[in-house]
C-alpha cells in the first residue's frame, strides 16, 4: 500500500510570489491534514480536509488556502509568499482511530 | 486553548532507557500519540494509546498516562543509536483537533 505522498520535495521562491503543494492520501483515507513545521518549532495545524469540505482551520492568515479533489487529493495555497512563510509543510491523511499518517513533506525556501 | 509541552532536548547513554515526558491541558483528550521525526522526514508514528488506558507496551515502548496529572510518558528500553530522533507528542479530542508539541531531540551518547 502506498504511503501518504507529497510533491514537490522541495520549492524554492521568492517573497511575493505564489506556492502549490500537493497532497495524495493513502488509498480509502478521505481525510487530509496540513501542518506547518517552521525551522526548530513544533508542528502547527493549518487546514483539515474531509470528503472535499475544509472541516477546520488554525490560525493562519486568508493567504493560507487549499482545497480537495473528488478523488481526496489535496492542495495547498500560499499566495503572497513572506519569508518566515519557509518551512516544511506535512500532509498526513488519516482512517479511524484519528491517527494520521504522514507523508515526508515539502520543504519551501521563501528567498 | 489546549496546549502539549514538551521538553526540548534529552541526551542518553547507549544501552539505558530513555524517559520522554509530556503534559496536555484538553481534559476531553481520547487519543495520546507519539510520532518520531527522522531527520528530513515526515512524523512515524510510533504508538497511541485511549484516554481509558494506564500503560501500553510495544516491544522496546512504554507508554505510561496519568490522566489525572494530564501527563503522558515515552519509555525507550536499551536505547540505540538509530532512536535518534526527534520525538513528538500529541493529543486530540476531537477529528478536528490534533495538537502538537514541540518536539523532544534524543540524542544518544557512546
Known amino acids: 500500500e502506498a504511503g501518504v505522498t507529497q510533491s514537490p520535495t522541495h520549492l524554492i521562491k521568492t517573497r511575493g510570489q505564489q506556492a502549490t503543494l500537493r497532497c495524495s492520501p493513502i488509498s480509502g483515507h478521505t481525510s487530509v491534514y496540513w501542518y506547518q513545521q517552521a525551522l526548530g518549532l513544533g508542528l502547527q495545524f493549518l487546514l483539515w480536509?474531509?470528503?472535499?469540505?475544509?472541516?477546520n482551520r488554525g490560525n493562519f492568515p486568508p493567504r493560507f488556502s487549499g482545497r480537495q479533489f473528488p478523488n481526496y487529493s489535496s492542495e495547498l495555497n500560499v499566495n503572497a509568499l513572506e519569508l518566515e512563510d519557509s518551512a516544511l509543510y506535512l500532509c498526513a491523511s488519516r482512517a479511524g482511530a484519528n491517527v494520521l499518517t504522514f507523508g515526508a513533506g515539502s520543504r519551501l525556501t521563501v528567498l | 486553548g489546549e496546549d502539549v509541552e514538551q521538553s526540548l532536548f534529552l541526551s542518553v547513554r547507549e544501552g539505558d532507557s530513555s524517559v520522554i515526558n509530556c503534559t496536555y491541558t484538553d481534559s476531553s483528550s481520547t487519543y495520546l500519540y507519539w510520532y518520531k521525526q527522522e531527520p528530513g522526514a515526515g512524523l512515524q508514528l510510533l504508538t497511541y494509546i485511549f484516554s481509558n488506558m494506564d500503560m501500553k507496551q510495544d516491544q522496546r515502548l512504554t507508554v505510561l498516562l496519568n490522566k489525572k496529572d494530564k501527563h503522558l510518558s515515552l519509555r525507550i528500553a536499551d536505547t540505540q543509536t538509530g532512536d535518534s530522533a526527534i520525538y513528538f507528542c500529541a493529543e486530540s479530542s476531537s477529528a478536528s483537533k490534533i495538537i502538537f508539541g514541540s518536539g523532544t531531540r534524543l540524542s544518544i551518547r557512546p
Open positions: 480536509y474531509d470528503e472535499g469540505e475544509e472541516r
